[in-house]
């Protein structure tokens, strides 16, 4: 077995991603963002009855309207605020359609009060008040409205402007079912679909959906439609899929737009087709959906069927903050991180990531830790970049994921905790990070943080060889430490010059040990000189410890040697290596070929 190293600190190489990892809303926060659309259309009139009603509110006289809405009539008040909201026969403007509908919801008309109660409920161009979102469900729900009896019990279920009261909640929705309901039947099937009360039960959801489907419910074809497409059912029958999301077009379901956008964008189950999905997604903006704009944004970003285009993908996340999905703001912002389409900005960065994040964005938490993780714009704070990272993992972000293990296994800002670093390793490899493969085997191979795995860390080592050269390393350090009595000390050091010569530092400096220390043909004063110069290109500390050795005890036929020592030990001690700090103290102490100096000694 080779000398060992005594400076072989343990160091972690990280890189900060360039890929833009979208800001995507999971699957539950669409499904609720539609619900607002949904509500405008499904709470005014029974579902036979849209089509008309989307006519009769485009056609109507606007003039008209307003001098009735002036008079004092309700319904005109309603119909002029709606009218406001989504630009029938009038230019889209939130602060008149606010004005009319609270007119008319002071009035108690029923339409009113359930659109005032959505803009609250969702924060849609006022203040998120879901208090008084509650309120005005109930006061709906007193006049008969099914659809605002519904919405109160969701929020009972979740706690949401209302004390948390699942049973009480599940209960009006069970009793609205009863009746074949289809928001009710709807809502339960989501229930289960978001695992809210524990794990997912997707079949469950599915019957739910297919009741809702079957009473009428212009949306429930396209929840079943995204559980089948994403195997919570079983295998993808995408031919079903597709049918099922174009089911609900012809009602202007943006999430089913949203759905075909997705299968032709992703490319998985049929054949991708970017001009079809930037259509989709087009037809679902036209339908309300504020996500669709970002996913046109993104495709205008990455260039995907589009010419890159970081202008227009800026005017697209601009057009889903204007319409109230202020969650965009994350990805403005990491145009102005990267300096793309934008002269790079990481304060106006941090500011717009600080917008997205305080409406929930799990990728503006995650990019603000980042942010806090390597001082890149901010002063370096492990403690706040720890709370934005477990911030964006409990929201689902598991790019958040090996940031939280590094953190807890190197004691940044915190109490080094194995336990908790093994815990986020462990999923953030289930995610697909494998770049933390190395640092969970060093757990594994010490044994901290759990039982000790020597085989389960060598086989990370091996998975993560083929990216990381030091991967290569610590398989050849493994094989030299099980070679106790030496015998295939060639073979070790062939692969230790194989690690190295991949580009694996940690390999170049047990390779620079070797020669220094080594016997017979194996030391080589030159190329371990040769090795730690190159390493101390890199900035690494112990190949100026080692140079600093080298030239104070080994090389002595050349000159200058004790004021190279000097300087690269003192290289080594203003990094914090103590070893370093201790040689040159002792040097200036005791005058050891250098001029004795107490002030220095001190120093």
Known sequence: MFFKSLFLGVACSLVLGTVHLASAAPSLEISRNERTKRG??????????????QSDVESFD????????????LKAQFQLGDAFWQGFGVEINYEKAFYWLNKAAQGNYLDALTSLALMYEFGQFVEKDEKRASELYFDASQQGSDWALAQLADMYIDGRGVRKDMPYGLG?????????YHEALLYLGEFYDDGRDGAPNYEKAAEYYERSRAAGSNIAATHLAFLKYYEHLGPVDIEDVIVLFEENLPDRTSRAALGLGHIYFDGVDAPRDYEKALEYYELAASWGSRYAYLRIGSMFEGGHGVAQNYAKAAEYYQSAIKSGYAVASADIAYLYERGFGFEEDLLKAKELYETANGVGSSFAAFR?????????????????ALGYFLSAARDGNDAAYP????TYHYGYGVTPDPFEARYWYERAIK????FVKIDLAFLLEDGLGGSLDLQRAEQLYKDASSEDPDALYHLARIADAADTEGKQTSKHLTAYLEAAKKGSNRAKLKLAVVYIYGEGELRNLKKAESLLLELAEANWTDAYVYLGVLNDEMIYDRKGTQQEAVKWLSKAADNGNRFAAERLALKYKNGYQVEASKTKFVH
């Open 40 to 53: 405008i259309e499904d709470k005014v009139v029974g579902q036979s009855l849209l089509k008309k009603y």
């Open 62 to 73: 606007v003039d008209e309207v307003r001098l009735l809405a002036e008079q004092g009539d």
């Open 172 to 180: 009006l929705l069970n009793q609205l079912a009863q009746g074949e």
């Open 368 to 384: 603000l830790g980042l942010l806090y993780y390597y001082g890149s714009g901010v002063e370096p704070d492990y403690p706040k």
């Open 403 to 406: 940031y939280l293990g590094l």
């Open 431 to 434: 995610a697909g990070s494998d």
